[in-house]
């Protein structure tokens, strides 16, 4: 019964992550970026000077939490999996080219994320609780004005909250500490959910305060890690680079334990797993954007576009720079493997494996954190004020279940739930282009030094 199910979920996976859906958020992330002007690059210092240096607005600002502590819980939950084990996944399957490729997703998704925390801003509402709420529910209903879809996004975003959000991270976490640390997966599920009750119970300001705290870290030691690999290998970087742009248009010869790669199949490697890692244009981190403090919502969205540009484009390319200096990419491994492999080569002796897995275990702890307050507000916006503390303590049940549970069925149809919330998302997207396009022109002018001066 059990093996049925998982076929009929990996049918849906297959269908709901196919083309159409790929084709989907790269060219809402195009059109955009052409309606923006390519505001992603041309902003991208302003973006990041807001992002990196002046962290805050003044505290008579409405919202929940400073825009670098959204900022870090949209990270929280975006950088994960995807960055150790989703890198490693499309170099092993599209060859070094898929890097190129995860690139092209990651620019234009910038531009996604930027319009995704425009019109969060610009329609959030105060809840009952004080507190800011939200995210693509809010602007599908009262926006595009289609109650329907905000529904669907809620649900889909609350199912995947409960899954890819929580018990398969859990389930990531407990197997990294037992493979790498020998701790029985009991032992860490406990530990890791007294440890997310501590913060989750708290509400944003906690999730904010943890993830500003924890997130800056976590990503300073494991590209500091990787740093150290690429210094150590300085003579394969540009041999890797020119592997990455060699191959991101041309087939792929079989090596080693690499089976080779036809073009089509690097191109949608990159493509998934880029959009798998920043998760621009599936309506996730947006939910954070809204509880920032700023009066403007093209202030918060420079900084919320950052998330894509330091996933992506920093975290993903040192991953694979990493597997591809290291010449790990031959050998045939695959997913967290293959990463831990590449630093294992790269760092010698039990550093890299130990830099991998905790890097695992850390990043998986922080998505937690994130989704669960995305779970949070989905459920809100479905049931009211009233959801929100039996959510909280469910979730965190549910943290050490999953930490000792078998999870193919929930990993498979959390995944469904995942891409499935991308589809009203980009609806929306693409109906409010207009209001994201008028609330850059009225930002960028306001900026602009009056005449005369």
Known sequence: MQATLLEVLNTASSWVWGAPLLILLVGTGIYLTILLRGLQLTALGHALYLALVV?????????DISHFQALMTALAATVGTGNIAGVATAI?????GAMFWMWVTGIFGMATKYAEAVLAVRFRQVAADGTMSGGPMYYLRDGLRQPWLATLFAAFAAIAAFGIGNMVQSNSVAHAAEETFDIPRWITGLVLAGGSALVILGGIRSIGRAASAFVPLMIVLYVGGAAAV????????LPSLGLIFQHAFTPTAATGGFLGSAVMLTVRMGVARGVFSNESGLGSAPIAAAAAQTRHPVAQAMVSMTQTFIDTLIVCT??????????????????????????RDGLGGNAGPVLVATGLIFFAYTTLLGWSYYGEKSLQFLFGDRAVTPYRAVFCVLIAVGAVAELDVVWTFSDVMNGLMAFPNLIG??????IVASETRSYLEAKQPKRGQ
Request: hydrophobic share 45%.
């Open 55 to 63: 962290r805050r607005e003044p505290d008579d600002q409405p919202g």
């Open 92 to 96: 092993a399957a599209g060859g070094p």
């Open 230 to 237: 690429l210094v150590a290998t300085a003579d394969q970087i």
């Open 318 to 343: 040192f991953t694979g720079l990493v597997i591809l200096n290291t010449g790990a990419w031959q050998s045939g491994e695959t997913g967290a493997a293959l990463t831990t492999l590449a630093f």
């Open 429 to 434: 997207l693409l109906g409010l282009s207009g």
